[in-house]
C-alpha cells in the first residue's frame, strides 16, 4: 500500500527548531520527486522545500533556515526546520510524484500521492 506519514511536528517557540519525517511505504523514494508544502489557516497550500534527483528547491521564505534530505535506506525524507518564526506555522504536508523533475516543479498541483499533515506551531 502507497503510504507517506509525517512525524515530528508540535509546539516551538520562535527560533526554535523541529526536524519533521515522512516515512515512506509501498515504493521507494529514491525514484521519486518528493516535496514537503505548507498550508496555514485561510491561505493556499504553499511548497517549502523539494527533492528531486540531485536538485533541492527552497521557498524564499525558508532558504537558509529549512533543510531537505533523505535517508534511502530507511526510505524516509526530513526537512530540518530552523531559527522558526510564526509565519512557519501551519500543517506541513509531504508530497510524492514518480520520476524525476526539472524546472519550478515544487508545487502542489504536480504531486499526486499526499501525506496527513503535521502541525507546527510557532509561539512569538
Known amino acids: 500500500q502507497f503510504q507517506l506519514v509525517e512525524s515530528g511536528g508540535g509546539l516551538v517557540q520562535l527560533g526554535g527548531s523541529l526536524r519533521l519525517s515522512c516515512a515512506a511505504s509501498?515504493?521507494?523514494?529514491?525514484?521519486?520527486?518528493i516535496g514537503w508544502f505548507r498550508q496555514a489557516p485561510g491561505k493556499e497550500r504553499e511548497g517549502v522545500s523539494c527533492?528531486?534527483?540531485?536538485?533541492?528547491k527552497y521557498a524564499d521564505s525558508v532558504k537558509g533556515r529549512f533543510f531537505i534530505s533523505r535517508d534511502n535506506d530507511e526510505n524516509t525524507v526530513y526537512l530540518q526546520m530552523n531559527s522558526l518564526k510564526p509565519e512557519d506555522s501551519g500543517i506541513y504536508y509531504c508530497?510524492?510524484?514518480?520520476?524525476?523533475?526539472?524546472?519550478?516543479?515544487?508545487?502542489?498541483?504536480?504531486?499526486?500521492?499526499w501525506g496527513q499533515g503535521t502541525q507546527v506551531t510557532v509561539s512569538s
Open positions: 508530497a510524492a510524484r514518480a520520476g524525476t523533475s526539472i524546472g519550478n516543479y515544487c508545487k502542489p498541483a504536480l504531486f499526486d500521492s
Open positions: 509501498g515504493f521507494i523514494l529514491d525514484y521519486h520527486t
Open positions: 527533492s528531486s534527483g540531485g536538485t533541492l
